[in-house]
Structure formats: C-alpha cells, structure tokens
C-alpha cells in the first residue's frame, strides 16, 4: 500500500527558503504511472495547488509560485521535495505531498498527513 | 487561471437529508473535474473524479454529476461521518485549481 509522509523544519524565517521532503514507501518514485505533487492549505483556508512532477522529468508549478517553487525527485531515497524561496508569512500553511496516477482521469491519492511550516521570525 | 466557485460556503443539515453542492468553472472544463471530502486536522479524501466517477471505496450515497461549468456534489441521505468540508477541483488545464470549499455542518 503507497503511503508517502512529509518531513521538514516547521519554523522558517521570512526571506529564507522552505524545504520538505516527502517520503514514499509502498511503491516507486521511478515509477511511470505516478505524478508526485505537493498541495498546500493555509491555516483556516482552501486548498492550494503548489505542482506536480513526474519521473521523466514533466513538471508543472502554480505560476503564482512559480519563480520561487521548485519540485524534484530524489530516486536513490525513493523521495521527492518541494522548495520555496524568498519564503512571506503568506506561506505559513500546512503543506500535503500527494500522489496521482498518470494516464487516468482520477484525482490524488493517497496522501501524507500534512505537515505545518510557520514562517515567522 | 480558471476560477472555481463553490455554493454554498457553508450549510446545516440534519442526518438523513440529502445534498447537494454546486462547482461552477469561469470556463468550460469538459468533466476534468474532481470531488474531495476533508475533516477537521485530515488530509482531503478524493470522492469522485471526471465529475461522476465515484473513487475506489467512497460509500455509494456520494454522487456527482455535471459538464462544462456546472457541476454538482450529491450525498442522499447524509450519515454523522458525512460533516466536513468539500472541495472541487479543475484539472482540466494548468494551474489546476480548487473551490474554495463548502463546510456542511450539523443542524
């Protein structure tokens, strides 16, 4: 069963870059039959699409993050992370890594179970 | 950016009732249309995708229905686990985008 966790530091200074990992068990991140894909939701708020990222390399970025975001996979650790710079109180959020599977009309899953980052000084 | 605009943002029902929560798209997004249920401090569960295909496992009182700019989430008959807040979601072109949500309450 695929199931992925997020992992990075929950306090960051403003102006400094955000990093999380998220890890996956139960499956490939080599795999072709899977977009890995972070979503973010501030707190008391909707969701946020942040972008996907799949293992030949495709991926697609939120433009309203899009010069400060970056996704990639980590495939010796069967992980794949999300990085924001130049990091605003905007950003506190908790952040989920999700996963879809490609070539179907079907939405995310699983998910990890969220993890908050505060940006605060 | 294509905008999703749930209604209502909020409802009260009782056990029992039936549903029904509406997604409009500022623009024609086919069915590429997807349905998520989130309860308080959870991750969002998918319920439906292409707009009325009901997800592995989603109890069969969750329905949706809808093309083009209008789609609608139904649950007959509502059961206590049914309270949470529900999301649509377009992928029918980048960036994909959500509702901002509906939050059905107990009456």
């Known amino acids: 069963q695929l199931q992925l966790q997020e992992s990075g530091p929950g306090l960051v200074k403003p102006s400094e870059t955000l990093s999380l990992t998220c890890n996956v068990s139960?499956?490939?991140?080599?795999?072709?039959?899977?977009?890995w894909g972070w979503v973010r939701q501030p707190p008391g708020k909707g969701l946020e699409w942040i972008g996907n990222?799949?293992?030949?390399?495709?991926?697609n970025y939120n433009p309203s993050l899009k010069s400060r975001v970056t996704i990639f996979i980590d495939t010796s650790k069967n992980q794949f992370s999300l990085k924001l710079t130049s990091v605003s109180a905007a950003d506190t959020a908790v952040y989920y890594c999700?996963?879809?599977?490609?070539?179907?009309?079907?939405?995310?899953?699983?998910w990890g179970r969220g993890t908050l980052v505060t940006v605060s000084s | 950016d294509i905008e999703m605009t749930q209604s209502p943002s909020s409802l009260s029902a009782s056990v029992g009732d039936r549903v029904n929560i509406t997604c409009r798209a500022s623009?024609?997004?086919?069915?590429?249309l997807g349905w998520y249920q989130q309860k308080p401090g959870k991750a969002p569960k998918r319920l439906v995708s292409?707009?009325?295909t009901l997800e592995s496992g989603v109890p069969s009182r969750f329905s949706g229905s809808g093309s083009g700019t209008q789609f609608t989430l139904t649950i007959t008959s509502l059961q206590p686990e049914d309270f949470a807040t529900y999301y649509c979601?377009?992928?029918?072109?980048?960036?994909?985008?959500f509702g901002q949500g509906t939050k059905v309450e107990i009456k």
């Open positions: 999700t996963r879809r599977a490609a070539g179907k009309p079907t939405e995310f899953d699983p």
């Open positions: 139960g499956g490939s991140i080599s795999s072709t039959t899977s977009y």
């Open positions: 990222v799949h293992y030949s390399g495709n991926i």
């Open positions: 623009q024609g997004i086919r069915e590429d």
């Open positions: 292409a707009a009325s």
């Open positions: 979601l377009q992928r029918y072109t980048y960036p994909w985008t």
